[in-house]
């Protein structure tokens, strides 16, 4: 007799050919951070594409979903659930994202699921049914580059062209085009036929680096991506990368994951700009994911600013990247006139109140000499708006706390008419006798700084003189050339036509005093990008940071050396056990849920925790630390008792940070 063939109607068949789908769910929940198998009907089978977005019922509900790979069989051992339906057969998910999202989620304790959020944008079903363009066919390579002042640059593009995964630390010079650095590197590997993907800090930064590239490579071969396009836009772009027809990226962030055809390098610029950390979990850094992808793909790697961060000096202390340094002759020509205030015995003579003034008669004097060559000056300052600050009554050295240096503050109001002692914004302590400690005055006197506040006084010093600000308000990209005063926050320095004259870098105490294991790290970095924007020495451009010279970064600063600054800072962190000397988490919660994860949290031998420390209202800080070798343990340990929290569904969150920009 025949076996049976028919089946009941409206019953499902599975596929002829690999019936089982694993599928990442959209669950959030760490206990689930692992593919669920599902059946692939017949009317499915087509569509059921690895990579492709799919519809699950999950503990009875709808859920979204990514479709892993198709098997034979699973090891469930009981009745598979079919897919509910195929969303799209469009492959949004390739396979090495999806490689390099699992791997980011184990490095960072997080779940894939929260790692591929960032890697594949929302749908656009009418964008997706549209057609990608035709690929554009490789340029040819630059023929002269800029890269012959740097004595390895011309080694590295040589490698680009040979395919291999050469791996770079660059120092890029002051004034430097980094753009048409980067665009000829760009251009290099296009010319061989394989892609390039490179991420820059915020969408400024793109725009000038995709005016570079289309010169080089044509417009119709390149394609930016920043969170300023539209949701549609971004996703016709994003789609045309996915299907090959673009091999060159551009973008901020979210980019890092671009699913790039055939990748034959990764660059980032200025790797210490905080735009790079995510600040969504896992919180991933843009370094650590290029870094990974470059590792994974057999890409060549640039890391590529004006500073230096302790993590790329680890790159190249390690021997993992080679570094890219202009010889000092080179850089002693192209680098401007900097000076700190108290840098020499002749400026306390001509101007005794120079340490305490917020602007020195120096940087009065490099003003006035860059406006009477009619070009303009940039002036940094920390802060945008009016922030009250205190400082002494006598000398105006900045007010601080004698048991952590933290900034001073008057709370308001009175106790029975009398006012209540100055505090420590940082630790709390209350300051009920303060002394100075530069010329022991007891007397405290208010401060208001900010760009608004500079922009107001300097316009009425330079009466006549045009300021401009930018800031949060507006940012602006570039200032023509001609004498004019450029007031601007960091990281918000437009570029000025043919160059500033002189940049004045205030109030450096502000950026040097933060809490953070960064603080000195981010300062040189911000000034270093503002004078970077400055004309070279023998042009007259000159530099002021008004910052004790003395300080390692001021030092780092004068002689344009963030190399020096970087071994310092890096071995500094060693001797302490600070990142990335170490691996380190941050616990942050409720203090019943940081014991509680503590006591659960099996650490290696070598692994140790700080604290817990107060950070506020009923919330609790504890620090946990392992040697570097020990990393993966530690991210596994966490992730573990993290899955036990959640499927035990305990009520108190606790936020889990590897290798954090903050620890205090």
Same mark, same amino acid.
């Given at each position: ?14 596929a002829a050919t690999l019936p089982v789908a694993r599928v990442c769910v959209d ?25 492709? $977005? ?46 390099? &999202? =699992?791997?980011?989620?184990? +490095?960072?304790?997080? &779940? ?36 012959? $002042? ?43 036929? +394989? @892609? &390039? ?15 570079? /590239? ?28 996915? =299907? ?33 950390? *995510? ?10 994911? !290029? ?63 120079? =340490? ?26 920390? =802060? ?16 601080? /706390?004698? +048991?952590?240096? @933290? ?5 308001g109001g009175s106790d029975d008419g009398v006012p209540r002692p100055a505090y ?14 530069? /010329? ?14 500079? &922009? ?31 007031? /601007? ?16 870098? !205030? ?33 007259? @451009? ?26 310092? *800072? ?30 659960? !949290? ?5 692994? *140790?925790? !700080? ?39 305990e009520p108190d969150v606790v936020r889990v940070k590897l290798d954090p920009l903050?620890?205090?």
């Amino acid at each position: 007799m025949a076996a049976k063939t028919t089946t009941r109607r409206g019953e499902r068949v599975p596929a002829a050919t690999l019936p089982v789908a694993r599928v990442c769910v959209d669950v959030p929940l760490p206990h689930l951070d692992r593919p669920f198998d599902y059946q692939v009907s017949t009317e499915q089978d087509e569509a059921a594409v690895p990579g492709c $977005r799919v519809r699950v019922r999950f503990a009875g509900q709808l859920v979204d979903g990514y479709l892993l790979e198709r098997v034979e069989s699973s090891d469930y051992g009981r009745k598979l659930t079919f897919l509910d339906r195929v969303i799209s057969p469009e492959p949004v998910l390739a396979p090495e994202v999806a490689e390099l &999202a =699992r791997v980011v989620a184990d +490095r960072y304790a997080g &779940a894939l699921v929260d790692v591929l959020r960032m890697a594949v944008p929302p749908r656009h079903a009418r964008v997706e049914a549209q057609p990608s363009p035709e690929p554009a066919p490789p340029p040819a390579a630059p023929e002269r580059t800029g890269w012959t $002042r740097y004595p390895f640059g011309a080694n590295f593009l040589d490698a680009l062209k040979a395919g291999r995964p050469a791996r770079a630390v660059w120092q890029a010079l002051p004034a430097e085009d980094w753009p048409a650095r980067l665009a000829e590197v760009v251009a290099t590997v296009a010319s061989t036929g +394989r @892609g &390039a993907l490179v991420v820059v800090p915020d969408h400024r930064d793109v725009a000038r680096l995709h005016a570079a /590239c289309a010169a080089l490579v044509g417009p119709d071969a390149v394609v930016a991506l920043s969170a300023d396009l539209g949701p549609a836009e971004r996703y016709r772009r994003w789609l045309a990368v996915r =299907r090959g027809s673009v091999r060159v990226v551009l973008g901020t962030r979210g980019a890092s994951f671009a699913p790039v055809h055939d990748l034959g390098l990764v660059a980032v610029w200025d790797d210490g700009d905080d735009l790079h950390a *995510e600040p969504r979990m896992p919180y991933p850094n843009v370094r650590d994911v !290029l870094v990974q992808r470059a590792h994974l793909s057999g890409a060549a790697l640039l890391v590529g600013g004006f500073a230096r961060t302790a993590e790329a000096q680890l790159l190249v202390d390690s021997g993992w990247a080679h570094e890219i340094v202009a010889a000092r002759e080179v850089l002693r020509a192209a680098a401007p006139r900097v000076a700190a205030v108290g840098d020499s015995d002749w400026q306390e003579v001509k101007d005794p109140a120079a =340490r305490s003034a917020r602007l020195p008669s120096i940087a009065f004097e490099a003003a006035r000499a860059a406006l009477a060559a009619d070009a303009p000056v940039l002036i940094q300052v920390p =802060r945008r708006g009016y922030v009250p600050a205190l400082a002494c009554g006598a000398c105006r050295a900045p007010a601080r /706390c004698r +048991r952590c240096a @933290g900034p001073l503050a008057l709370p308001g109001g009175s106790d029975d008419g009398v006012p209540r002692p100055a505090y420590c914004r940082w630790c709390g302590a209350t300051e009920a006798a303060f002394r100075c400690p530069a /010329c022991g005055s007891r007397r405290l006197r208010g401060q208001v700084i900010g760009a608004r506040r500079t &922009a107001e006084e300097l316009g009425r010093a330079f009466s006549g003189v045009p300021v401009r600000t930018s800031g949060a308000d507006e940012v602006l990209a570039s200032v023509p050339g001609g004498a004019a005063l450029v007031v /601007c926050t960091p990281g918000a320095e437009p570029v000025a036509e043919g160059g500033y004259g002189a940049a004045l870098l !205030l109030d450096g105490w502000a950026l040097l005093g933060r809490a953070d294991l960064r603080a000195a790290e981010e300062a040189l970095r911000r000034w270093m990008t503002a004078a970077a924007l400055v004309r070279p020495g023998s042009e007259g @451009g000159r530099v002021v940071v008004v910052a004790e010279s003395s300080l390692a970064p001021v030092q780092a600063l004068v002689r344009w050396d963030p190399v020096w600054h970087a071994r310092q *800072e890096l071995a500094a962190r060693g001797e302490l056990g600070f990142p990335p000397a170490v691996r380190m988490a941050t616990v942050d919660g409720s203090p019943d849920a940081v014991a509680g994860l503590l006591d659960e !949290l099996r650490l290696p031998e070598s692994g *140790e925790v !700080l604290g817990p420390v107060p950070l506020g209202e009923d919330r609790e800080r504890a620090l946990v630390r392992v040697p570097r070798e020990r990393g993966r343990a530690l991210a596994s340990v966490l992730a573990e008792v993290l899955a036990v929290r959640s499927a035990r569904k305990e009520p108190d969150v606790v936020r889990v940070k590897l290798d954090p920009l903050e620890v205090l």
